[in-house]
């Protein structure tokens, strides 16, 4: 095993040392959960009863309790792509369980919002509070006490986030993350952005536009670009929760369906009553969250998760900080081009030698921790392995040993650019996250007048109407998760790019968020503290000279702190009703900072 890298292991102890009193709470809790808390042995029988009633073929096997119960948490829905497939799993799972003596109950399902779906619409609101949502949905699946393991159904955005964080109040069950994989690749993403543009120039009509996008987004499965839903595949992968390979494998296929079957069956291998027991609480500790942030940089993957990896390591009793980004980004090299960083998708990064070649060249350069508990394997080196079929039967095989598409994906020794591409960005107006990875260097630090909105329409309004025109930083504010539940603002990016390509210095500062989408535009996000929360991106005003700088670490207004202090913040716009946004406002009320994970549920929790 290659020596850990220096900087790596400094970030990890890091992370432990500020982490212990917590871990240790979580370990504590989840060690009494497994010796006594609900299981099947201890349900009185009206319980039992209760809970293999309509459980058919498998009803003796349940009541007789000598064998595992898997619990399946399902976020299928037949109207998001990736999701769709899911919807003949859990037969398929049950039949998967059944050969090896097993049994299996879909224990509950979540919600699955669709960000391209709400993506600049009022639902929008609802998105980051539905990560909390998804976890509640899984703790209430999980709770019954009928299982004992998890098998746990879900790719986008919030869904990944929300199924870990649920679970890990159950980390004494193992558990194994199954991906249904992306679409096949439609239209060329660059032809795409191209579309797009012209759209927002008035030189195509919406006709256009949507024939467009119904080409890239043609069918069952992920979207294909390297946003936060394939970014979760990627964390799953390099925190050895999924099986080998098994992230980017396209949907209905029989390779596909083997993964999964292999899942079930390792899931059977690993539970309490056998000698490998691999429980989720044990699996994901400090070195696998610090192996999620590392393989999010050396990728290029979704700022989102700047927000959902704290978030998700809080739930483990782990403490983790955008300083911990920011150093490790300085140490670990970008080695992978996947749109929008690069014209290729995750099926070309895939072909190139995907997951597999990742884990194994970071591995070989002491960016990724190999010793931790993994869910298949006696370390995560035995995830840099590929699944094929060989007639019927399910083999692994090493990772292949150079990329094959050097435009995509290179070895550390060789990276696309030397850092990982996320950068801490922090001043008199606060901390945010800047995402270096697509914008050119160039165009990272930029010293230019504020146009200050306090909705993305009103950027889109004035963008129309020419008032944009020249040098901008364009502030958006009350777009934090207390003012509004912290929307993407995604459907900024073509208009702030249009004015890039015209020559001009243009950025993006907000207390929102900015899509795993987004690309060439330099853009300070995730500004905490959020206007709504006393930040003093309340306090400026049009004209305010701003200086974002990713080189310097910086994000300031050049004004006078005295004067800062004197102005009145700007009103609060009044709260939005409709779309069902008012029933999320005791989340919005208690959500903590973006930088903690932008967590009501956490939050009140004392988590």
């Known amino acids: 095993m290659a020596e850990i890298h220096p900087e790596v292991a400094a970030v990890t102890a890091r992370v432990v040392e500020r982490s212990r009193a917590s871990r240790r709470r979580y370990l504590d809790l989840i060690e009494r959960e497994r010796e006594a808390g609900v299981h099947r042995p201890k349900l009185a029988c009206g319980n039992l009863a209760h809970g293999f009633a309509a459980s058919g073929e498998d009803k003796a096997a349940i009541r007789a309790g000598r064998s595992m119960n898997i619990g399946i948490v399902t976020a299928f829905n037949d ?17 998967f369980a059944r050969e090896r003596g097993a049994t299996a109950q879909v224990a509950g399902g979540t919600p699955a919002m669709c960000d391209g779906v709400t993506q600049g619409q009022r639902g929008m609101e609802m998105s980051l509070f539905s990560r909390d949502t998804i976890a509640l949905s899984t703790a209430v699946a999980l709770s019954h006490g009928m299982f004992d393991g998890a098998a746990l159904l879900g790719i986008c955005d919030k869904i990944v986030p929300g199924l ?3 679970a890990l109040r159950f980390g004494h069950l193992p558990t194994i993350l199954i991906p ?25 009509g919406r006709e256009e536009l949507l024939e467009s996008e119904s080409a890239s987004y043609h069918g069952a499965g992920t979207c294909t670009f390297y946003g936060t839903a394939n970014s979760n595949q990627m964390m799953m992968d390099v925190m050895g929760l999924h099986m080998p390979g098994a992230s980017f494998i396209n949907p209905g296929t029989k390779l596909r ?14 539970g309490a009553d056998g000698n490998d027991y691999r429980p989720l609480g044990l699996c994901i500790d400090e070195k696998a969250i610090v192996n999620a942030v590392v393989g999010l940089l050396a ?8 927000i959902h990896l704290p978030a998700m390591a809080r739930a483990a009793g782990i403490v983790l900080d955008w300083e911990d980004f920011d150093r490790l980004s300085a140490a670990v090299p970008l080695i992978a081009r996947v749109y929008p960083n690069g014209s290729g998708d995750v ?45 019927d039967d399910l083999v692994f095989e090493d990772a292949v040993p150079e990329s094959l598409d050097p435009a995509m994906l290179r070895r550390p020794a060789e990276p696309f650019q030397p850092d990982g591409g996320m950068r801490l960005v922090k001043g008199n107006l606060g901390r945010a996250t800047f995402k270096t990875s697509a914008v050119e260097p160039e165009r990272r630090t930029i010293q230019a007048p504020a146009r200050v909105f306090s909705d993305q329409d009103a950027v889109i309004r004035a963008f129309k109407a020419g008032e944009l025109e020249g ?20 459907k900024l990016t073509p208009p702030l790019g249009v004015l ?17 989408a987004s690309g060439k535009v330099p853009a300070a996000i995730h500004l905490t503290p959020e206007a709504l929360a006393g930040g003093l991106i309340g306090r400026i005003r049009d004209g305010d000279i701003v200086r974002l700088s990713a080189e310097e670490g910086l994000l300031e207004v050049m004004v006078d702190a005295s004067e800062l202090a004197a102005r009145e913040p700007a009103p609060v716009p009044p709260p939005e009703a409709g779309t069902g946004r008012e029933l999320f406002a005791f989340m919005r009320h208690g959500a903590d900072g973006a930088e903690q994970g932008a967590s009501a549920m956490l939050a009140a929790a004392g988590l």
Not at 257 to 270: D, M, S
Not at 472 to 480: A, C, K, N, S, T
Not at 500 to 516: C, E, F, I, Y
Request: glycine content about 12%; proline content about 5%; cysteine-free.
């Open 79 to 95: 109207m998001l792509s990736a999701h769709q497939p899911y919807g003949r799993y859990p037969d398929q799972i049950k039949v």
């Open 164 to 166: 870990i964080m649920g």
């Open 180 to 204: 249904a994989g992306p679409m096949p690749s439609g239209l060329a993403n660059k032809e795409k952005q191209r579309i797009r543009q012209l759209y927002a120039e008035g030189k195509v």
């Open 257 to 270: 369906q083997a993964v999964t079957r292999a899942a079930i069956h390792r899931l059977t291998e690993i």
């Open 299 to 306: 990728t290029g993957g979704s700022t989102n998760h700047a």
């Open 347 to 391: 099926n070309h990064f895939h072909a190139a030698g995907g997951m597999s070649f990742v884990i194994a060249a970071l591995i070989d350069a002491g960016l990724l921790h190999d010793d931790i508990l993994t869910v298949a394997g006696g370390s995560l080196r035995d995830h840099a392995r590929d699944p094929r079929l060989d007639g």
């Open 471 to 490: 040098d901008v930083v364009v502030v958006v504010r009350f777009q934090g998760p207390q003012a509004n539940g912290m929307p993407e603002l995604h």
């Open 500 to 516: 890039q390509d015209r020559g001009h210095k243009v950025a993006l500062v907000t207390d929102g968020r900015m899509s795993g």
